[in-house]
């Protein structure tokens, strides 16, 4: 018999690769409409930030509807964890971290929309 925290831990980590998956989709049409069109770069952090989203939603709803209960808690999990990895990664490959209002509001944007997100999701099952 298998532990459901074991479970909630794979739920955790497939919901995780569901976002980030969806990131790089949206990143590529992202990327296209920017070259092809007469959209400005100074739309950048709109688009992230709707991007983020939406990979977000994607991934705590499914995070909830496997768990099937405290949706609001795992989408909020996977709100927050979505978030430190995109820190880590910009930590990595571009730039040190600099706590300021943009990155917190960032934060509470991403833990918002998991949190929502996930109280969706437990209720759609």
């Known amino acids: 018999m298998r532990d459901k925290s074991l479970d909630k831990g794979i739920y955790i980590v497939k919901s995780l690769a569901i976002t980030f998956?969806?990131?790089?989709?949206?990143?590529?049409?992202?990327?296209?409409?920017l070259t092809y069109t007469s959209v400005k770069e100074s739309r950048i952090p709109l688009l992230n930030t709707i991007v983020m989203i939406i990979s977000i939603t994607i991934g705590s709803v499914y995070m909830a509807i496997k768990v099937e209960e405290s949706g609001w808690l795992y989408g909020g999990i996977i709100g927050a964890l979505y978030f430190l990895?995109?820190?880590?990664?910009n930590y990595l490959f571009i730039k040190p971290f600099i706590l300021d209002i943009y990155s917190i509001s960032k934060f509470f944007i991403a833990l918002i929309t998991g949190i929502i997100a996930g109280i969706?999701?437990?209720?759609?099952?």
Do not use: H, P, R
């Open 120 to 125: 969706i999701g437990i209720n759609i099952k």
């Open 21 to 33: 998956i969806i990131t790089l989709i949206l990143v590529l049409i992202v990327s296209v409409l």
């Open 85 to 89: 990895v995109l820190v880590l990664l």
